[in-house]
């Protein structure tokens, strides 16, 4: 078996503490089974970078104190109602908070992905992220008059962390339709995937399934974890557990239900 096919704990150890790590949208594969054992282990002092957007990682990863930084988009969960660990953070001063947009976080991580310094964008001109962004620098384009235009340094995490539907023995990882999760790769140091099953075979020998492989070459370690996606959707494998999503929620209005919340699901390691 391939060294990059580890233990779940094994593969997660190349997270340290004060890691810039970046995670996908809950549609894109989300490992929340690596993330209570991050939590398990007391991660401390994230840079968390989310593409774009996240939900109950990132306010688990917030609440359990395991975030110093965290450069986002949005941390909410829809229509169900906002995210209050995350809330309390931020009002309390707990977090550094990176107010961005989608288009700047997926531009500056492709600037990453590109070997560039930093990525042009031009639809927050106007908007009041400029005022709190002093790392995003409008300059005059140079190729013309009256046209300015916002640079964004790239983002280039230490680890990126998602959960998958396939991996081979050699490490290659089937994502499918999910094209963010070779950003994430390419633009990132490391990636750490844990995957739903193994695929016999070399993904990448196969015509139909090498398309949507991100090459072993970008991956620092896979772990296998069966449904570790829950309680989110996950592909068409499995849908949102909603009525888990719920009881959290109804949980963690509260400091003292969060810890319980922790307690239950993620330090006695119940099963999904």
């Not at 990059?4 to 150890?13: I, P, Q």
């Not at 309390?88 to 997926?106: E, F, Q, R, Y």
Request: glycine residues 6%; contains cysteine.
């Amino acid at each position: 078996m391939s060294k990059v096919l580890r233990e779940l704990d094994a593969a997660l150890a190349v997270i340290e503490d004060g890691a810039m790590l970046a995670i996908p949208a809950d549609y894109a594969g989300v490992a929340m089974e690596a993330t209570r054992a991050l939590i398990r282990r007391g991660v401390k002092r994230l840079h968390l970078v989310t593409l774009p957007a996240s939900s109950l990682q990132a306010e688990l990863l917030v609440g359990a104190g395991c975030v110093a930084t965290l450069e986002t988009s949005a941390v909410g969960f829809g229509e169900l109602g906002a995210a209050p660990r995350f809330t309390a953070a931020v009002m309390s001063g707990a977090i550094n908070l990176k107010d961005a947009t989608c288009p700047a976080i997926h531009a500056a991580l492709r600037a990453a992905e590109m070997g560039n310094p930093f990525a042009p964008l031009r639809g927050i001109i106007g908007s009041d992220l400029l005022k709190y962004r002093a790392d995003w620098k409008m300059i005059d384009n140079p190729f013309g008059v009256d046209d300015p235009i916002v640079l964004l340094p790239a983002i280039r995490p230490d680890v990126a962390l998602f959960h998958a539907p396939l991996a081979d023995r050699h490490g290659n990882i089937w994502v499918g339709r999910r094209r963010d999760l070779f950003t994430l790769a390419h633009a990132s140091k490391r990636s750490v995937a844990t995957v739903e099953k193994l695929h016999d075979g070399d993904l990448l020998a196969d015509e139909v399934m090498a398309a949507a492989t991100i090459p072993a070459f970008y991956i620092e370690a896979v772990a296998v974890a069966p449904r570790g996606a829950w309680p989110l959707k996950f592909s068409d494998l499995y849908a949102e557990d909603t009525a888990h999503l719920l009881d959290y929620l109804r949980a963690a209005a509260t400091e003292a239900g969060f810890r319980r919340y922790l307690d239950e699901h993620v330090f006695r390691r119940r099963a999904a």
